[in-house]
């Protein structure tokens, strides 16, 4: 497991609970301000892009695409419980199939912002 995993220290989960927050209370309040889902969704994927990066920046990972892997593992289960819990039992307006596209786009992010922060930071993976 080690080969594919990274270790998180105390203060990366510290980090990784605050994006939690940060990105549920954007998902349910962007609409107060943004009314197109479109510029929503662009919102969404910038805010994420940047979070990510944030969180590569503070964790510092010597192999990046292990990170990558962890957060993925993290992430994307607690996204998933996130929006079946909010759409099914607290709006109870049923599944959503943009969910789905929503916890693609994350995964796809966890990676593109590995790849970003390599690139700036000139780590090795």
Known sequence: MKKYF???KPKDWISITLMIVITY???NYDQLFIENPDIRMMAFILL???LMIGLYVIIKPSQIFK??????IILIPIFIILSVVIH???IKDGFQKKSIALWLITTALIYLSGFIYKFIFKRRS
């Open 88 to 90: 099914e039992y607290i």
């Open 6 to 8: 990274h270790r998180l």
């Open 48 to 50: 994420g892009l940047i």
């Open 25 to 27: 209370l954007w998902i």
């Open 67 to 72: 990170l990558s892997n962890t957060l993925t």
